[in-house]
Every structure is written in C-alpha cells, then in structure tokens.
C-alpha cells in the first residue's frame, strides 16, 4: 500500500482529535475523507505530511508509512522538511502569490530544482498543461495571478504544487469556495491526474467524493466509522452512523 496509516492518535494539547485511526492508501487512486465538521479529517490529512509539526501541543501516537518509510519514526526536521517538498499540497482558498502566473510556477522551486531557466519554464509550461491553464491563458503568463478567477488560480495552485514531481498531492477541500462550473473541471482534472499522482482529499461534499473517489473513508468525532470502496460505501453502508450521516439524520 501506498499510505499505510495504523492506529493513529492525535491530540492537540489535552484534546484528543484522532481516536485509533488505521487505513490504507493504494497508489493511483482518489481517496476522499468524509464526516461532520471537527470529526479529525483535516488533522489526519496534515498529518501525512506532518504539517501538524507546527502546531504547538500537537502529538501523534501510532504509525504513518508513506511508501515503504515510516514517517514518524525519522524525527529530524530536516526529514520532515523533505518529507513536505515530496508532497504536493493545495488548500480551501486558494493562495497564489501576488505575482505573475509564471513567477509563481517558478519562484517557490527555483531553489530546490537546479535546471536552466528554460528547463524549468519548460516544466512550468508542461504543467500549466496538465491543468488546461496553457491553452486558457494563451500565453498570458505574465499576467497577475490574482487577475485569474477563483477557479483558475486553484488550477494554478494545483500546477504549482505539481512543480516538484510529487507522488503523492493532498488537497484540503479545493472545491469549497468554488463555482460549479469551476469543481466540475477540478474533478476532471483530478480525475485525469490520478493516473500519474495519487490524491486524497478532504470533502464536506458527498456528491463529490460519490462523483470522483474511488475510496472512502467517513470520520465521526475522531474515528474511522467505516472505510472503503466508494461505491460500496455511498450504495451499501455496512455502518448504522454511515448510513446516518449519507441520508442527512447527522
Ligand atoms: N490548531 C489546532 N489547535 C487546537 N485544536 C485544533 C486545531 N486544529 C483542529 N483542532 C481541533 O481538532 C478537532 C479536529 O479538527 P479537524 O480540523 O481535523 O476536523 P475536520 O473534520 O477537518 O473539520 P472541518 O470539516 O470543520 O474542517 C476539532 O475539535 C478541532 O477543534
């Protein structure tokens, strides 16, 4: 497996957030977390990445395998730090620079990639690409990024965290302060990235992790309820708190 979480649990300070969390991520697949807000998807999402590294009080028992390396066990900051650079990472709002659209494809990897200026624009184009941004903007790369619209710039963040090869991309609700029209092409896109990335993503929309997910994990106040196959889960919850939650009792 890709992602092999077993028995994780998370506290920030006194208060438990994750309660003996295990699940398995396999590559290549759209992953989605689902639950009621606070129930600890965001927390264990930051937790593959140990962004949760930052927060004072925060603790973490249990294990967190990430393609074959236990990512707790290395306590170094300096693993961590590289840890995150393998990990592609893209928010609820979205956060372009106040730059050009290519400034922020180029600026944030310009130290860690050590090409020509012409490989990496190169680069910066094959992923504008990717995310549908090259034939939209026509070549506008020299425009402000935050002249795009809300779909665009989450595209271009999306591009921009592609800017390191990561295997693997985390994505904390990127469709929630858009426009349908904008989530549809982002679940597209998704859709067409997992064949080269492996995505999990946080969701408060269930239509959305139902549309693009191919597994499903539904958290309840800091425990796994039920995991598996989206289609399996959303069509046959094994779980009374699922089928709670899906028909809207929750
Ligand atoms: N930085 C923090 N400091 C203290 N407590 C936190 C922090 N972040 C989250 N928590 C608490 O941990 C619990 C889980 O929060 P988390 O954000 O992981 O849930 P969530 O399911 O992602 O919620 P939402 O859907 O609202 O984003 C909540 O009780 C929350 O208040």
């Known amino acids: 497996m890709f992602i092999e979480i077993s028995h994780v649990s998370a506290w920030y300070g006194k208060s438990r957030a994750l309660a003996d969390v295990s699940l398995e991520v396999p590559e290549h697949c759209i992953y989605a977390f689902i639950g009621p807000s606070g129930c600890g998807k965001t927390t264990l999402l930051r937790s593959v990445n140990r962004l949760n590294d930052f927060v004072p009080g925060f603790r973490l028992e249990g294990d967190v395998n990430l393609d074959g390396a236990d ?40 130290e860690h990639l050590k090409e020509s200026k012409e490989v990496l624009r190169a680069m910066a184009e094959d992923k504008l690409k990717l995310v549908g941004l090259f034939d939209e903007l026509s070549g506008r790369f020299d425009q402000s990024a935050l002249r795009l619209s809300g779909g665009q710039q989450q595209r271009l963040c999306i591009a921009r965290a592609l800017m390191l090869e990561p295997k693997l991309l985390l994505m904390d609700e990127p469709c929630s302060a858009l426009d349908p029209i904008s989530t549809f092409r982002i679940e597209e896109l998704l859709t067409n990235l997992k064949e080269r990335y492996t995505i999990v993503m946080v969701t408060h929309n269930m239509e959305q992790a139902r549309r693009i997910s191919d597994y499903t994990s539904f958290f309840y106040q800091g425990r796994l309820a039920e995991s598996g196959k989206t289609l399996d889960l959303f069509s046959f919850p094994r779980e009374e708190l699922t089928q709670n939650y899906l028909t809207g009792r929750i």
């Open 71 to 110: 990512i707790y066990k290395a306590r170094s900051p300096r693993f961590a730090e590289e840890l995150r650079r393998g990990i592609g990472m893209v928010f609820q709002h979205t956060n372009p620079l106040p730059m050009t659209v290519m400034q922020n494809m180029l600026l944030p990897v310009r």
